[in-house]
């Protein structure tokens, strides 16, 4: 089999989906690296892993129901495998193996065995390059890439993409564009951290976009993308929207989008604008700021 990934929202064939299966015990917030992850531990609100195993197998559910072939990563024991977006991501019929946080390393050892099914060339990058999947869109031979580039890069566990990064992928694909976008980050408070650009960025549809301006740490990213989308093309969203994770869809299609219950404004925008809303419930496995994207990591995606 040959791994193919030609847009963000092109048709969805095969997926790695992520697992809660054996999270481990959660004692300190020493073990925990994003602030709703730390919000919800100090208010006694973090997620159950039963909860949370549910919710990504209804996920699942609804995904073989558009006939999309779902792999699940091979467990390892007492280790967060929900977000397997982050891990690594497909270009075209390139797979890119992520510099993730050292506490999520292991990540990978539970894709390999699913890897060693297809045969395209996967790119291990220079170990001073950091980067995510949730930094990472790509549509209309373009690639968006969210980083952070201040002094206190090394400080932040919430700054996951480097400017290095940025520059690797505009040398290695010189026939594209590739435009960065600097995000806004904290440490303690989860409505001012952009965690990654899939938490203010979203593309839906053949030309549409979710997007959360406040997000971008200069303005001219934003206007970057009005320009590229059209104002009319786009949703708006506010610090509460981001917050509750109201970029992080995944489409299934250019026409179906899978989202939250309870985005009522978005999902009546989708509507309006004549796409069709799949809702699935992944409210639990939110509090660890992700949703569907987050937590899916396409391998085969392209229209005939």
């Given at each position: 089999?040959?791994?193919l990934v030609?847009?963000?929202?092109?048709?969805?064939?095969?997926?790695?989906?992520g697992?809660?299966d054996s999270?481990g015990?959660?004692?300190?917030?020493?073990?925990?690296?994003?602030p709703?992850?730390?919000?919800?531990?100090?208010?006694g609100?973090y997620?159950?892993?039963?909860?949370m195993v549910?919710?990504?197998?209804n996920?699942?559910?609804l995904?073989?129901?558009?006939n999309v072939k779902?792999?699940?990563?091979?467990?390892?024991?007492?280790?967060n495998?929900?977000?397997?977006?982050?891990?690594?991501?497909?270009?075209?019929?390139?797979?890119?193996?992520?510099?993730?946080?050292?506490?999520?390393?292991k990540?990978?050892?539970?894709?390999?065995s699913i890897?060693?099914?297809?045969?395209?060339?996967i790119?291990?990058?220079?170990?001073?390059?950091?980067?995510e999947?949730?930094?990472?869109?790509?549509?209309?031979?373009?690639?968006f890439?969210?980083?952070?580039?201040k002094d206190?890069?090394?400080?932040?566990?919430?700054?996951?993409?480097?400017?290095g990064?940025l520059?690797y992928?505009?040398e290695f694909f010189?026939?594209?564009?590739?435009k960065?976008?600097?995000?806004?980050?904290?440490?303690?408070?989860?409505?001012n951290?952009i965690?990654h650009?899939?938490?203010?960025?979203q593309?839906?549809g053949?030309?549409?976009?979710?997007?959360h301006?406040e997000?971008?740490?200069f303005?001219?990213?934003?206007l970057?993308?009005?320009?590229?989308?059209?104002?009319?093309?786009?949703f708006?969203?506010?610090?509460?929207?981001?917050?509750?994770?109201?970029t992080?869809?995944?489409?299934?299609?250019?026409?179906?989008?899978?989202?939250q219950p309870?985005f009522?404004?978005?999902?009546?925008?989708?509507?309006n604008?004549?796409l069709?809303?799949?809702?699935?419930?992944?409210?639990e496995?939110?509090k660890?700021?992700g949703?569907?994207?987050?937590?899916?990591l396409?391998l085969?995606?392209?229209d005939?």
């Amino acid at each position: 089999m040959e791994i193919l990934v030609s847009g963000e929202t092109s048709k969805l064939r095969s997926v790695i989906i992520g697992i809660a299966d054996s999270l481990g015990n959660i004692s300190s917030l020493k073990e925990l690296y994003d602030p709703k992850s730390i919000e919800n531990f100090k208010k006694g609100t973090y997620p159950l892993e039963s909860d949370m195993v549910k919710e990504l197998e209804n996920f699942v559910i609804l995904l073989k129901k558009y006939n999309v072939k779902v792999y699940r990563p091979n467990l390892i024991k007492d280790y967060n495998q929900i977000f397997t977006r982050d891990i690594g991501f497909v270009i075209d019929n390139i797979f890119f193996k992520s510099n993730i946080l050292p506490k999520r390393a292991k990540e990978f050892q539970g894709l390999v065995s699913i890897l060693s099914n297809f045969h395209n060339k996967i790119v291990t990058m220079p170990q001073n390059l950091h980067i995510e999947g949730g930094d990472v869109l790509y549509h209309s031979n373009t690639i968006f890439i969210g980083y952070y580039d201040k002094d206190d890069y090394s400080d932040l566990f919430t700054a996951r993409t480097n400017k290095g990064a940025l520059d690797y992928f505009i040398e290695f694909f010189p026939e594209k564009i590739v435009k960065g976008f600097h995000l806004n980050k904290s440490l303690t408070n989860p409505k001012n951290n952009i965690l990654h650009l899939d938490c203010c960025l979203q593309i839906i549809g053949k030309n549409k976009a979710i997007i959360h301006p406040e997000a971008f740490t200069f303005k001219d990213d934003y206007l970057w993308l009005v320009d590229f989308f059209g104002k009319q093309n786009i949703f708006e969203i506010s610090d509460e929207e981001m917050y509750d994770m109201t970029t992080n869809v995944l489409s299934i299609n250019d026409e179906t989008v899978i989202s939250q219950p309870k985005f009522k404004r978005l999902n009546n925008w989708l509507k309006n604008h004549n796409l069709t809303v799949e809702e699935v419930d992944l409210s639990e496995v939110s509090k660890q700021e992700g949703l569907f994207r987050c937590t899916s990591l396409p391998l085969i995606r392209y229209d005939e």
